[in-house]
């Protein structure tokens, strides 16, 4: 009865809707297409239904899933929950064995680490054996090092827990004895890699750089150890790992020490590979100081210029595979100067035996090589250790003094000459000797070949034999004052003031010459001046025993001209 009373409704408000879409008759025409119209509304609206209705579907079998799962899972709890049960009741009965069951744990925890350490000791010898076999190659060099490394640290395990059994122990020393040979092969060829850095470092710089990868690997496994054993000692320890110094003057106590505590300093990698170096200089310097210094001067200078210029290539091609903080370069230029200076010094012993051009050729190389070292950087002070060392004292002084007898021997000679020769006559009529322009012109060569050929000590050296020279040819011409004037001659005495006043000028065009030559720190301890003013005092001693036999004012006009 209620689908009947619904269905009368909705045919009157379909009727109701007709109407309200059909108005007037002339709008029965536009029927078939609002028939059309409903039709797809209808096919929309069939078609939503059939969407909303499939997801429904879908949700309720995803419920009935989940469904089935928990009751699945309740299932397992339950059986976990009787296991459990069952459980309990088991372990009610295990109480009384609780000890019993304790030591049996312990004995199989400790049985699986024995059987691991027993593996691992087993597999030292073919660990040993393959890091051996590896040195072969120069890229494995750090794993190598890293193998025997970890090598060491089994060996140290194993020994430290069979410490408590002597027997055991010295069991253990022999079966580590591989160890100990692949270590030593492995530092052979390290050190070699580090006694050749020159020749490595042009040719496989990257073999070098992995030498040097494992020193401070090393250098940085001792501190690590030497940490952990000063903290193992306590704060005294501490204290002497942070100040080595310190310690070190300490070391009469530190010969009490038990001999694995003083392991604990550690192998000193970083001051093996200073000693390989300077080894390697040592070997690179052997012929020039065993041979080439003894035999032939020639081939010891070529020698040397040949070392020196090395340091270039330690400059562009060592240093860099070094780390900086070896400071590699100036390490080097203090090995090779002071080898160096003891070649220098073997030169100076047979400095008699050595001629003054050889002496020169030693000096000009020395000059060549600080030149080379301020072209590599280096700091002046440091640059001039060789020259200002005093290795070449005994040379220079050979120099100095064959310089100072040869020329007072020519000037002797020439004043003695000057006794008999007739004095010169300049374009003005001025009267001359040429003893002063000759002398000058020697000493003006000595400091120009000093001062182009050797070094600023030696021009500072030739500087105060100039000095010393003027002052002994014033005082030979004083000398010289001694005799009677009659037999000196008027217009020898003429020449003689003529040339002391010319000696005056002429002495003080070297002296501004060389002092300007000199460094400054040199040229103020060097004094011309009054050495300069010398000549002067000499003119005048030389014009009083001028005028005193002129007793006529014409005597005097004549001989004026002369001046």
Known sequence: ???????????????????????LPELLQSIASIKADYIARQQANDAHLSTMVAEQVEQAQGGLESLS??????????????????????????IENH????????????????????????????????????????KELVSTYERLTALDGKRRFALAAASS??????????????????????????????S???????????????????????????QEVATEAAEAEGGGAVESVANPRKNAKKSASSRNLPQQKLKVQGKGYKDKCYEEISKAVEARFNQLLTELVFEDLKGALEEAKKIGEELGDIYDFVA???????????????????????????????????????????????????????????DDSLAQVC??????????????????????????????????????????????????????????????IVRENSTDVMLYRIALAIIQVMIDFQAAQRQKLEEPASEIGLEALCAMINNNLRCYDLAMELSSSTLEALPQNYAEQVNFEDT????????????????????????????????
């Open 320 to 378: 860099p595979c070094f780390p900086p903080r070896y400071e590699i370069f100036q390490l080097m230029v203090n090995l090779y100067t002071e080898r160096f200076i003891q070649w220098l010094r073997l030169l100076s012993d047979r400095a008699n035996d050595m001629t003054n051009i050889e002496i020169l050729k030693v000096t000009g190389w020395v000059v060549e090589y600080q030149e080379n070292l301020i072209g590599l950087g280096v």
């Open 196 to 222: 050749n850095f020159f020749k490595l470092a042009k040719e496989s710089p990257q073999t070098l750089v992995r030498a040097l990868r494992v020193v401070e690997m090393q250098e940085i496994l001792d």
């Open 165 to 194: 059994h002597e027997e055991e122990v010295g069991r253990l020393s022999e079966y580590f004895e591989d160890i100990d040979r692949t270590w030593e092969t492995f530092e052979r060829t390290l050190w070699g890699h580090v």
């Open 99 to 138: 000890d019993q069951i304790k030591l049996l744990s312990n004995a199989r925890n400790n049985l699986n680490m024995t059987l691991k350490d027993v593996e691992g000791m087993m597999s030292i010898s073919s660990e040993a054996a393959e890091a051996h076999d590896s040195l072969t190659d120069e």
């Open 387 to 448: 020259s200002e060392s005093g290795a070449m004292d005994p040379l220079m002084n050979a120099y100095v003094e064959r310089m100072q007898a040869t020329t007072r021997k020519w000037y002797l000679n020439i004043l003695e000459a000057d006794k008999v020769q007739a004095p010169k006559k300049t374009d003005d009529g001025k009267l001359y000797t040429p003893a002063a322009v000759d002398l000058f012109r020697i000493l003006g060569e000595q400091v120009q």
């Open 532 to 563: 300069c003013k010398g000549f002067l005092e000499v003119a005048k001693v030389y014009w009083k025993l001028f005028i005193k036999p002129l007793v006529s004012f014409s005597k005097i006009q004549e001989f004026k001209s002369y001046l």
């Open 69 to 94: 799962l928990s009751q699945k899972t309740i299932g397992q709890l339950r059986e976990n929950f009787v296991d459990i049960e069952k459980l309990c009741q088991e372990c009610q009965t295990l």
């Open 1 to 23: 009865m209620m689908a009947d009373d619904l269905g009368v409704e909705a045919k009157e408000a379909a009727v109701r809707e007709v109407a309200k879409l059909l108005p």
